[in-house]
């Protein structure tokens, strides 16, 4: 078996032996004009360190974030220890704000967004947060985005450490933030899931209706979730190496998990839109497994909202 990434004119090939990594690499030359790089160490602005003597892959964009700084003149700014202020909640630009370059704003933010979405889930919710206000930036909105660069300051060596020792199975991490959007007060969902030690695939989303609960906003969390439970299940199965057991997803509210295992519990869930009810179904059919786990442990919560330096630091 071999996998075979291709992004334009960029290939990744992995293989289970270098006996077979030849074989395709010569198949290969034979249709194809192609230049053989060697082992990875780059990709897509994405450093790569491999050590097959520890069973240990690293995965981190040092290099490009020392750009994104030096392109928005933060490299001599001083550090700080979270990308989100706590003590304060981002709102839409008003009469009295002073607002900044919208064009500056939009290529920060974009900036950070592939940081974000490539190896550093550490910002996604920070970014996320900012990135609503792209149409209108405010000079809060900017200050808020400086934040997220001195905190790359300090932060820069920071990415994706993968075992071999590391459990192989996928396990994910489910939370939301109740009516955190001061606008609108809508609800913040976040997740993640966790293969070999190290996070492979998150996300942090405003949701795109109004919860009316704690309970409710989890529950749409979940379902969102499950889907991508579902896609992850069907990844490794692409690649051969099905799930033999329910993915674990775990949940730090109670009555989300009650709501999704008894389809009888009571009229809280009437009015909820019966595409987020998917995640029952799951839970019914054995796809996903719903596991409690106390907020203080639950690793998506740094995807939801601003946390104290001390907690984000352990979730992180």
């Not at 194809?32 to 003597?53: A, T, Y």
């Not at 590391?166 to 991490?173: A, P, Q, R």
């Amino acid at each position: 078996m071999f996998v075979i990434a291709v992004h334009v004119d960029d290939i990744v090939l992995a293989t289970k032996s270098d006996e077979r990594m030849a074989e395709v690499k010569k198949g290969l030359a034979e249709g194809f004009e192609v230049k053989d790089m060697g082992e990875l160490h780059h990709f897509l602005g994405v450093k790569v360190i491999q050590n097959p003597q520890t069973g240990k892959v690293w995965m981190g964009q040092e290099a490009y974030a020392q750009r994104v700084l030096q392109k928005f003149g933060m490299e001599n700014a001083k550090p700080i220890h979270t990308p989100v202020d706590a003590s304060s909640k981002l709102v839409k630009t008003t009469e009295d704000c002073e607002n900044v370059d919208q064009a500056q704003f939009q290529s920060a933010v974009g900036s950070l967004l592939y940081l974000s979405i490539m190896t550093r889930p550490d910002i996604t919710y920070a970014v996320s947060n900012v990135a609503k206000f792209c149409a209108s930036p405010s000079k809060q909105h900017w200050t808020a985005v400086k934040r997220i660069m001195r905190y790359l300051k300090g932060t820069l060596s920071l990415g994706l450490l993968y075992r071999k020792d590391g459990s192989s199975d996928c396990i994910g991490y489910c939370d939301a933030d109740w009516a955190g959007d001061m606008d609108d007060r809508k609800s913040t969902s976040g997740y993640m899931f966790q293969i070999s030690g190290a996070a492979i695939s998150w996300r942090s989303r405003k949701q795109p209706c109004v919860a009316l609960s704690t309970a409710e906003a989890e529950y749409i969390a979940l379902a969102s979730a499950a889907q991508e439970a579902i896609w992850m299940r069907q990844l490794l199965a692409d690649v051969r190496n099905p799930p033999r057991e329910p993915t674990r997803i775990f949940e730090d509210n109670q009555s989300a998990i009650c709501l999704a295992r008894n389809p009888q519990f009571h009229g809280r869930a009437k009015h909820i839109g019966i595409k987020y009810h998917f995640i029952r179904e799951q839970v019914e059919k054995g796809t996903v497994e719903l596991q409690y786990c106390p907020t203080e442990e639950m690793i998506a919560d740094m995807l939801t909202k601003g946390l104290s330096r001390d907690q984000f630091t352990k979730l992180r």
